[in-house]
T-cell receptor
Framework: DTAVSQTPKYLVTQMGNDKSIKCEQN?????MYWYKQDSKKFLKIMFS???????INETVPNRFSPKSPDKAHLNLHINSLELGDSAVYFC????????????FGNGTRLTVT | KQEVTQIPAALSVPEGENLVLNCSFT??????LQWFRQDPGKGLTSLLL?????REQTSGRLNASLDKSSGRSTLYIAASQPGDSATYLC????????????FGKGTHLIIQP
């Protein structure tokens, strides 16, 4: 199946821990993103990554860091987790930038206790 | 700063009706606008993308229009079916920042059989 896949689907962890979410796309796209959907259902861009150029939304704490081993992967590392980090995190990809049609993964529901 | 608003927040209609979902954005300097559907526990599926130079896009029973000058877009669903039940989100692309889309909160649509 051609898709954007992310793991795990659910992640429950305690405050202060460090965790990672993995994302892979086999669509051949050159741009990948991380979005956060909070409890009020707002989706907000966190990062975009294209040809080794990373653009960070200025509101994202530096505890969050994306890592891209290759064009098909963009993993999200979160250090020192806080209660407010609880949300659904979506990975997405597109061919080119500039608002090209996005393909989303199914999301990772992170719960910090 | 771009803001996207969707009205209504929720809508329930009988099967077979034609319906219109509304989306407004505050900054008319957009490059394009996208409509997505989100099913429970799933990621977003791209439905239609309208470039700023276009007035409308059609895909099957869906038709999206764009009036950039007034900051409005509508999604028209013809002959609604129970399978259309989902949350519909619109998102504006204005460039800048993390090069991401600005999303509305969505309209939760229920089609009654």
């Amino acid at each position: 199946d051609t898709a954007v896949s992310q793991t795990p689907k659910y992640l429950v962890t305690q405050m202060g821990n460090d965790k990672s979410i993995k994302c892979e796309q086999n669509l051949g796209h050159d741009t990948m993103y991380w979005y956060k959907q909070d409890s009020k259902k707002f989706l907000k861009i966190m990062f975009s990554y294209n040809n080794k150029e990373l653009i960070i939304n200025e509101t994202v704490p530096n505890r969050f860091s994306p890592k891209s081993p290759d064009k098909a992967h963009l993993n999200l590392h979160i250090n020192s987790l806080e209660l407010g980090d609880s949300a659904v995190y979506f990975c997405a990809s597109s061919q080119g930038r500039g608002g090209s049609p996005l393909h989303f993964g199914n999301g990772t529901r992170l719960t910090v206790t | 700063k771009q803001e996207v608003t969707q009205i209504p927040a929720a809508l329930s209609v009988p099967e077979g009706e034609n319906l219109v979902l509304n989306c407004s954005f505050t900054d008319s300097a957009i490059y394009n606008l996208q409509w997505f559907r989100q099913d429970p526990g799933k990621g977003l599926t791209s439905l239609l993308l309208i470039q700023s130079s276009q007035r409308e896009q059609t895909s099957g029973r869906l038709n999206a229009s764009l009036d950039k000058s007034s900051g409005r877009s509508t999604l028209y669903i013809a002959a609604s079916q129970p399978g259309d039940s989902a949350t519909y989100l619109c998102a504006a692309y204005s460039g800048g920042g993390a090069d991401g889309l600005t999303f509305g909160k969505g309209t939760h649509l229920i089609i009654q059989p």
